[in-house]
């Protein structure tokens, strides 16, 4: 019976993103439909631009793989009841030390080099997330805060660097390109429909990514750990568990897997560290993990929705504003936060009744 509660419970849990995607949908077509535009044709179009074409998909499935770390990097610190809105700095220093590691290192072989560049990500957005994680576990001190305030720092640090003559290369302030056997080859290599699209390997990256998020979840002792915490610290601790050391570990994997954006944008897309290349992708990393709802898989088909409107506002640059895609975008956000307190009642409510009637009938 409780096994039959908890799946009926996880079906009606992930019914929220889906409402809230097709509410938003529909209040998307309103603000369409002032702008003197057709709901329908808009969204033909914005759909025939990313999947219609192999080259549009490739594309979508590019934004996709930034998403997708920015994404997992915010999930795994609300998994701990951490909010880490620090991923834009976090992704701004993993992407800046990958153009180093490429560009110093580009006399390794690409066996040697690539792993290298991939675990300079890791290290950079760690060490900028662990600084917070440490102010948080032994401090106090807010992790919303301080991660904020460490974008600041980020971007601001990077800016210096990469105007240093050492390191910039003038003309559009970017760093030099790395080393060929640090780049990542495109999926046009293997697929000739992608042909011209910037997406790379660095979706496997990000796949990989998310099965290793939920392996430390689900099947390690410390993935055991970091959900106590996030569901009770107090009783976490009063269990045993070091919740202290749990916040720092959590900071630390959020803050790496947040880094790895720069393995696509450098390795797979750019091959060289471009001052503002980020966008806000941070920041969107947040929507992902909540229309994700925390789970890896979430988070994969969450930043495949997002992508795809991402790339889908490029692509309806004449026909409406990119604001409006912008607008959707938020509508879903607010769809998902507010779906989830009444589908949440609406579990609590349901699970009682339930409960109520298999007692009654046992009785």
Not at 190 to 218: E, K, P, Q, R
Not at 289 to 308: D, E, K, Q, S
Request: hydrophobic letters at 55%.
């Amino acid at each position: 019976m409780l096994a039959k509660l908890r799946s009926e419970t996880l079906i009606l849990d992930l019914l929220v993103p889906v409402i809230a995607v097709i509410l938003s949908f529909l209040v998307g077509a309103l603000f369409i439909l002032a702008i003197g535009s057709n709901p329908f044709l808009v969204y033909g179009q914005m759909f025939g631009e990313c999947f219609g074409t192999g080259y549009g998909f490739a594309q979508v499935l590019q934004k996709t793989t930034q998403l997708i770390f920015t994404g997992l990097a915010v999930a795994l610190a609300f998994r701990v009841g951490l909010f880490n809105i620090g991923a834009e700095g976090q992704l701004y220093l993993g992407a800046f030390l990958v153009a180093l590691a490429g560009w110093l290192m580009g006399s390794l072989p690409a066996v040697l080099l690539i792993p290298l560049c991939i675990l300079a990500a890791l290290i950079g957005g760690a060490l900028w997330a662990g600084i917070p994680g440490l102010l948080k576990a032994f401090f106090g001190a807010h992790e919303v805060i301080t991660t904020i305030m460490m974008n600041f720092i980020a971007i601001a640090l990077m800016s210096f660097l990469i105007n240093q003559p050492a390191i910039s290369v003038r003309e559009t302030v970017h760093t030099p390109a790395i080393a060929e056997a640090a780049q990542l080859p495109r999926l046009s290599q293997y697929i000739s429909s992608f042909s011209g699209s910037t997406a790379s390997l660095s979706l496997l990256v990000a796949l990989i990514a998310a099965g290793a998020m939920w392996y430390l979840l689900w099947r390690t002792r410390t993935g055991y750990e970091m959900r106590a915490v996030g569901h009770n610290p107090h009783a976490a601790e009063y269990g045993g568990i070091n919740v202290r050391k749990t916040i720092v570990i959590t900071m630390l994997i959020s803050g790496g897997l947040a880094g790895l954006v720069g393995v696509d944008f450098v390795m797979g897309y750019k091959h060289y560290f471009e001052e503002g290349f980020s966008a806000g992708l941070g920041f969107l990393g947040i929507a992902v993990a909540l229309l994700g709802r925390n789970h890896p898989l979430g988070v994969v088909l969450a930043a495949f929705l997002l992508g795809t409107l991402n790339y889908g506002k490029i692509a309806l640059t004449e026909a409406v504003p990119k604001e409006i895609i912008e607008i959707l975008q938020a509508i879903i956000i607010i769809m998902v936060v507010t779906n989830s307190k009444i589908v949440k009642r609406w579990i609590v409510k349901w699970k009682k009744t339930r409960l109520e009637r298999s007692l009654a009938t046992a009785g």
